[in-house]
């Protein structure tokens, strides 16, 4: 199929982002399936000690998000200059390959070396992204993302549900069938995704100056805006790292829960950001604009935030979770007003920036509160606050609303300003 059969408003872009929501989905669970899983297989490989185990927890994430940060651009801008399909097949087959090394990993540093291919692949998220700002008008954009960003939690239910089942037979069973996934998933993509990008809409060539991460944060400062738009998205990536890093122990601690209660937690909150995201910011952009459903995604960020930090007890922890799921209003309004400010042949290239700042995110979010919630509980009398780390990610949710304020406009009247 050509490009402009993916961009018809037919089933041939039913199938094109039925495929990306999928390639989406299958990333987000191959996180979520580390959640129970990867730290248990680690301190197997390390012996049983518990505190070693933490120790490459951490590399091991910090890795993940390195390789976030230098892939990202290159996968992007490929997609500008070759298409967005190769980009995505060969991302997608790789994941797969990668699944099934960590599944046979010999020794502690193959897993790693697994880690490092997972976080190489999972930064095909750009180029799925370029490719539906290529197939969605810019008015529907905000939209799409949103149904887009459902997939993080389909896959924060999925994943988490899967790996802990699955590790009842084994810390390994789980890759085998996220490779088995993902690879039907690829297969799927070679016989039916079409192009979204034509050949005359594509990039005349391939820039390794801008291929690299600061060349690609470069593309940021060409556009009026952009890069304040961006410093948004960045401090919101910055922000949600709080709950991965440190949700099992903090809610362990303060509330007791259980690993079944947790299970239970995961999915509710899940399902919440689900329900956001497919049925609310449609509307919500089409009634207040994505510059207001950026505003509201934030101020939702930092009261929900806010919440789970002061809540007392773990009911009234849950209580909170409606107001922190309003949060997903925020990104889908973001990547709608980033999208517009740029040309189809960059859109891959901006994507790439976008995913090298969220692994800069995911490389300073796990030390930043995770070094934050053990020295808030090694105080005694009033700064004793094991909230603390989550009262930073609303502060910095906070900031992110102020700047949005000023700079989150639509590109029109931002050009006239």
């Avoid at 994430?61 to 060969?90: E, H, K, N, Y």
């Avoid at 797969?96 to 070396?113: E, G, I, N, Q, S």
């Avoid at 299970?263 to 089409?286: D, E, N, S, Y």
């Avoid at 995604?297 to 409606?322: E, Q, S």
Wanted: aromatic share 14%; hydrophobic share 55%.
């Amino acid at each position: 199929m050509s490009g402009s059969d993916a961009s018809s408003p037919t089933g041939g872009r039913r199938a094109s982002f039925g495929f990306i929501f999928a390639l989406a989905l299958m990333n987000s669970i191959s996180f979520g399936i580390m959640i129970p899983i990867l730290p248990n297989l680690i301190r197997q490989f390390a012996g049983g000690d518990t505190a070693a185990a933490s120790e490459w927890n951490v590399l091991f994430a910090t890795t993940w998000g390195i390789m976030q940060f230098f892939c990202g651009p290159i996968l992007g801008m490929m997609s500008d200059r070759f298409g967005r399909r190769p980009v995505l097949l060969v991302s997608l087959f790789g994941l797969a390959v990668d699944f099934l090394f960590m599944a046979f990993a010999p020794t502690l540093w193959w897993l790693y070396v697994g880690r490092i291919l997972n976080g190489m692949t999972a930064a095909s998220f750009s180029t799925a992204n370029a490719y539906l700002a290529d197939v969605t008008p810019p008015e529907r954009r905000a939209k799409t993302f949103g149904w887009m960003g459902s997939a993080f939690s389909f896959g924060f239910i999925i994943g988490p549900t899967l790996g802990g089942l699955m590790g009842e037979y084994g810390l390994r069973a789980p890759f085998v069938a996220a490779a088995a996934l993902t690879g039907i998933n690829a297969l799927y993509g070679l016989f039916v995704l079409p192009e979204s990008l034509p050949p005359e809409r594509r990039a005349t060539s391939f820039d390794w100056r801008r291929a690299n991460p600061l060349g690609a944060l470069r593309l940021l400062r060409s556009q009026p805006g952009l890069l304040g738009l961006a410093s948004v998205g960045f401090l919101f990536n910055l922000a949600q790292n709080v709950l991965p890093t440190i949700f099992v122990l903090y809610t362990t601690y303060r509330y007791g829960w259980t690993p079944a209660f947790l299970g239970v937690t995961f999915f509710i909150t899940g399902a919440l950001g689900v329900l956001v995201q497919w049925f609310l910011v449609g509307p919500v952009v089409a009634r207040v604009g994505e510059r207001n459903a950026v505003l509201l995604g934030a101020l939702a960020g930092v009261l929900g935030f806010a919440w789970y930090g002061a809540a007392p007890t773990g009911w009234l922890y849950l209580m909170g979770a409606p107001v922190f799921a309003l949060w997903s209003l925020m990104m889908p309004g973001l990547q709608g007003l980033m999208t517009r400010r740029l040309p189809p042949h960059q859109q891959g290239q901006l994507q790439g920036a976008n995913q090298s700042l969220s692994g800069i995110a995911a490389v300073l979010g796990p030390p930043l509160f995770g070094l934050v919630f053990a020295w808030s509980l090694r105080q005694d009398g009033a700064l004793h606050v094991p909230g603390l780390a989550i009262y930073l990610a609303s502060g910095l949710l906070l900031a992110a609303f102020i700047l949005a304020l000023r700079v989150a406009r639509p590109a029109r009247a931002e050009a006239m300003a």
